[in-house]
Nanobody
Framework: QVQLVESGGGLVQAGGSLRLSCAAS?????????MRWYRQGPGKQRELVAT???????NYADSVKGRFTISRDNAKNTAYLQMNSLNPEDTAIYYC?????????WGRGTQVTVSS
């Protein structure tokens, strides 16, 4: 069973930065399948934040475009979400996700809180 483990969340002031990491327990998991970052803010539905395909193509939600950067390090089996210019609306639990051959893999999430 593949495991995804997020880290890097925390409390940051508005305008600050954080880098989230998502480590996969299986070698090559992200390079073969791509991955996504989702988030769920208080009282909100889970929303897609950023995607990186197996080929390295990236896409972002309009709300984070220009501020967030998704990337991965295949040698470390780890994906990242660099978040800059954070604002209170970015407060959420951030999850990494992979769909592989019709199966969904989710991490447990990491909390990001942005204070004004």
């Amino acid at each position: 069973q593949v495991q995804l483990v997020e880290s890097g969340g925390g409390l940051v002031q508005a305008g600050g930065s954080l880098r989230l990491s998502c480590a996969a327990s299986t070698r090559g998991f992200f390079s073969v399948n791509g991955m996504r970052w989702y988030r769920q803010g208080p009282g909100k539905q889970r929303e897609l934040v950023a995607t990186i395909s197996s080929g390295g193509r990236t896409n972002y939600a309009d709300s984070v475009k220009g501020r967030f950067t998704i990337s991965r390090d295949n040698a470390k089996n780890t994906a990242y979400l660099q978040m800059n210019s954070l604002n209170p609306e970015d407060t959420a639990i951030y999850y990494c996700y992979v769909n592989r051959v019709g199966s969904d893999y989710w991490g447990r999430g990491t909390q990001v809180t942005v204070s004004s």
